[in-house]
Structures are given as structure tokens and as C-alpha cells.
């Protein structure tokens, strides 16, 4: 069953929760002239993903498909997609679409570069590159400027089938969900480099004022406050080796 939520005008959530690892997988779906989901999702989830989007719009004129990193959350259902949307381009970092989409994917991506623009319609797409943010080489996200949306894909993940929306503080679920993530097998998922806090900080000078968030309630409220805090949790669970974790 695939929860879906307008949080904001033209702006989707279509969540899926998984009892199991008590997390929901979340996709959001722009409708406009040239409509855009962000997160092609599971495959194993396209069924479900394909009949909410079009509970929204006829999925076969989906435009642009668009992702963070190469992992099968973000991608898995992607070649899914393009089957039935003809028209439908994947959009990555160029990075990613060198070293991996290409191959992977049934046809050829729209690569992105640092400040490129793309654009649907009414609503603008910026491209920042985030290498190993949250986590990936090719990690990267997208904000839309004129909502002032940043699509974040994992960053403040966290767990429970929690509310579409909250402006409630995303900073300490999020801490406490990669605490918990660090005494599991996947530990060490978040990379913190040199890197990390300055383009944190530089994703808070965009001011977002919605927060999509894959894993959890996306934010609404001035958003900066939390990526400068979230750099600093992060630095905090991550940045120290594993005899001291
Ligand atoms: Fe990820
Ligand atoms: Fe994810």
C-alpha cells in the first residue's frame, strides 16, 4: 500500500513502508509540463510504485527520472520505467552516468555537472555535485529553486512510518538513526571526509524550505539551521575509527 501526500504544490510523496526494517522508502513525484520522479525505487516496489503515480498522472509521460547515487533504492526500478514511459530520460551526475548508468540503463542518461539547470515546466531543477554525500562517488542532489524543495535522498534518514511532513527537528531522529545503523551490518554507510561539512554548509546557503527525505518525514520550515547541524552530527557518528565507535 503506497501512502501518497501533496507536501507541497505539485510536490508528491509516495511512501512505502517496510514493517521489517521499520523504514519507508520514499519517491517523489513533480507534476508538471515535463513531470519528474525522484527515486526510480526498488524494482521489487515498481508494481506499487507504478500504480500511485498513476493514480497522479499517466505514468507513460513521466519526462525525467532522477536519483542521488547508484544504489537500488534510488535506481533499482529504473529500466522499469523506461519501458513504459517512452519519453522518459534518467538524469544523474555525469559521473555517475560515465561510470555506471550506462551500462546499466536501457537508455542513455542525462549527465549533470555542478549549477546545471534542468527544467519541467514551471519548476527548475539545480544540480549540486555531493561526492561520498551521503554516501556514493557519484552522489549528488537536486533543488528546486523556485519552491525552494531540496531533494536529499538519505540525508536526515530515519526510522518509523512516520508522518509525510513535519517541522519538527529532523537532526536528532536522524543521529539516533545512524547510531543505530553503526551497531549493524552496515556501518560505516556515511563517509565523513574533509569535504562534508563545507557542502552541507553550502546546501544550507540555498535556504531550503522543504526538505524530501527518502527514509522518514521530509521538513518543512527553514531548512538551513538543520544541514549545519546534521554536518556536525555526522562528523560526530563518523568521523572516528571503529575502536571507538
Ligand atoms: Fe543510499
Ligand atoms: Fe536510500
Redesign the pocket.
Known amino acids: 500500500m503506497t501512502a501518497i501526500d501533496e507536501i507541497a504544490p505539485d510536490l508528491f510523496r509516495l511512501s512505502l513502508y517496510v514493517p521489517e526494517i521499520d523504514m519507508q522508502f520514499n519517491h517523489f513525484l513533480v507534476r508538471d509540463e515535463e513531470p519528474l520522479l525522484f527515486h526510480a525505487g526498488l524494482k521489487g516496489m515498481f508494481p506499487a510504485l507504478k500504480e500511485a503515480v498513476g493514480q497522479l498522472i499517466d505514468p507513460a509521460t513521466l519526462r525525467h527520472i532522477a536519483w542521488s547515487h547508484f ?1 537500488s ?2 535506481i533499482g526500478g529504473l529500466n522499469e520505467w523506461l519501458k513504459i514511459a517512452p519519453h522518459a530520460q534518467p538524469v544523474c551526475t555525469a559521473l555517475g552516468k560515465m561510470v555506471s548508468v550506462d551500462d546499466f540503463a536501457s537508455r542513455p542518461a542525462f549527465g549533470m555537472t555542478n549549477d546545471d539547470l534542468l527544467t519541467t515546466g514551471k519548476y527548475r531543477f539545480r544540480f549540486t555535485q555531493t561526492p561520498h554525500i551521503p554516501h556514493g562517488w557519484d552522489a549528488g542532489v537536486f533543488f528546486e529553486e523556485s519552491r525552494k524543495t531540496l531533494f536529499c ?2 540525508l536526515f ?1 530515519h526510522f518509523g512510518n512516520v508522518d509525510a511532513v513535519t517541522s519538527s527537528d529532523l537532526v536528532g531522529p536522524s543521529h539516533a538513526a545512524m547510531e543505530k545503523m553503526q551497531q549493524g551490518p552496515l556501518a560505516g554507510y556515511i563517509p565523513y571526509t574533509r569535504q562534508t561539512e563545507g557542502v552541507l554548509n553550502s546546501l544550507a546557503e540555498l535556504e531550503p524550505e522543504t526538505l524530501a527525505v ?2 522518514g518525514s521530509s521538513y518543512t520550515g527553514q531548512s538551513a539551521p538543520l544541514l549545519r547541524d546534521l554536518a556536525a552530527v555526522l562528523q560526530q557518528t563518523f568521523d572516528r575509527g571503529p575502536a571507538e565507535s
Open positions: 544504489e533504492d534510488e535522498s538519505d534518514h527518502m527514509h
